[in-house]
């Protein structure tokens, strides 16, 4: 296991400095707790507020700015950050409307981001939250109980993000991240493993001529592991399950999300989109907005997860609305 | 080798079907020769092309759209485009204002945009090429007599374009082209090697503790194999190499770009920035500008380069003109 790394100790820390170098006019660093914070927060809004294990970069210190999260907390490789990084982050960025917590369904951000409510209402500061649970791979996984949070939740930060941008009150923000939850499905596969700096050894061993369908983007276990297909094969068998599972209908507009774990070619993720759009067309399906790249990643691991976001005016509207964050960016 | 393909042969194609069914508002195929057009050419303008081996995403047709380029040729993966890919890609998009070549200095892509370039001219199209060539790893390489061109290709595009967009002469666009390719210098290393489609196998081999100083994005050798070491050390002994060549002095301000080579989590690249801007802190040199990701990578290739762009008021200008393609986007 090779990386660019210095000490292994230092991994999240050095990159999230070298990320507040890069985006210095977008976020800066809390001063005492690991936390990605909007430079110009607190703003009268409700403060949307992401965060878990590092190591799926740009998710979700990527996605702070403007139109998207108030701030990230991001815990150390593949492990939850710690209700003291959500308690201070949250007071850090909040401007007085509330707190939204947007949390991917694993049982360790789970049980942290609810201690950390608790003490922010303790606070007097009004706190909602939402637990993303997207993936139809599996229904309890390694570090889960029921489904994990992948790729929807890049989705529904983006939108939601762009609710409480425009002023909405912490009711409407939670009940359109509930509904956005409710509406999009996930699944997603490896053809390599990741290794955590820590571990200094890949997490699994898949065979030279294998894959792992339903892989988690930890590494957890998938539903099979099978010999290889093609891109078309592959694509089918993980958007049939997804579309099956809403149910995704004729004649449904969606967001088509084609994500790279980590160490996947672009070349590759396009090809995967192309066989993604004949597919859902042959079921009648229209893709009316789609994202194609790096967003939800689990270090270098090599394959892709594909989400379906099921579409309404106001979801298109609100994915429309002007974005400005270091891996996101539109209209402004 | 595992890929998310479908044929070999149909690898290229596929993906830029994908790529058109994503960004259709931005793009569009040429319908008789590979070529990625920008959907609203031609424009009154200088028409700003550039192109060659595909397997570097997004690079080059990742930057086709408002403020960078008309038109991108693709070849098949690591090979040339032909003359009549570069003749019928600038004859489709370009608006009477003459056109504009951007090569990297590759002894394939040389020959082909000389020969379109002279085909161009015999049809009374005014058309003028800038060469590439910002490496600073080696003199002569495995496909290039002198320098290869590299990373700055990307900065290159990105400031040519927006002059190109701002309505000025050819004569004017080519000068400044020649001023950045003066004024930038590259430098890249890897940790693993990427596999081309058609060939089914790693380019080369590295032993697991071992990396590649100056490593070309088509696996060409660097300088030298060196035991694994820091990435401060790493980012060290290219940016002392880049520094000394142009020379950057005391005083200087530069666009620093640290470029992934395609299966380098964004994790990494942080980390690797932050050494970076410790490094020319500590020379004087400021960093007034930056760009951190994925854009001319090798394939699934485990690495990075870092690019030094200095800049004036003029460059600073250009580079923050809005932009708006599938790879970049800003100001729009």
């Given at each position: 296991m090779k990386k660019l790394i210095n000490k292994v100790d230092d991994v999240v820390v050095e990159s999230l400095a070298g990320m507040q170098a890069a985006h210095g006019d977008l976020v800066r660093l809390h001063p005492s707790v690991k936390g990605v914070l909007r430079a110009d927060a607190p703003n009268p809004k409700v403060a949307v507020i992401s965060g878990g294990g590092?190591?799926?970069?740009?998710l979700h210190g990527g996605f702070v700015g403007f139109g998207m999260l108030d701030a990230a907390c991001p815990g150390e490789v593949f492990t939850s950050p710690t209700p003291d990084q959500m308690l201070e982050a949250a007071k850090a960025v909040q401007g007085g409307k509330g707190v939204l917590f947007i949390v991917k369904n694993y049982t360790g951000d789970v049980m942290n981001f609810q201690m950390a409510a608790d003490m922010l209402a303790a606070e007097g500061i009004p706190v909602a939250q939402v637990v993303v649970n997207d993936d139809v791979a599996v229904q309890d996984s390694l570090y889960t109980a029921g489904r994990r949070g992948v790729g929807g939740t890049v989705l529904i930060e983006k939108i939601v993000g762009a609710l409480a941008e425009l002023g909405a009150p912490l009711e409407e923000v939670k009940q359109v991240c509930e509904k956005c939850n409710a509406q999009v499905r996930s699944m997603g596969m490896a053809l390599t493993s990741c290794a955590v700096p820590a571990a200094g050894k890949p997490t699994f061993e898949l065979g030279e001529d294998e894959f792992e369908l339903g892989i988690g983007i930890h590494g957890e276990p998938g539903r099979q592991r099978l010999k290889m297909k093609t891109a078309r094969e592959i694509v089918e068998s993980m958007a049939e399950v997804i579309v099956n599972d809403l149910p995704f209908q004729k004649g449904d507009e969606v967001l088509a999300f084609v994500n790279g774990m980590g160490g996947t070619p672009l070349m590759e993720l396009y090809l995967v989109y192309n066989d993604l759009v004949r597919f859902l067309n042959g079921k009648g399906i229209q893709v009316a907005r789609n994202l194609v790249g790096n967003?939800?990643?689990?270090?270098?691991?090599q394959g892709c997860s594909i989400t379906l976001l099921k579409l309404d005016s106001q979801l298109k509207a609100l994915w429309d609305y002007p974005v400005h964050t270091p891996a996101l960016r539109w209209g402004k």
């Open positions: 590092s190591g799926h970069e740009p967003y939800i990643t689990s270090l270098e691991m």
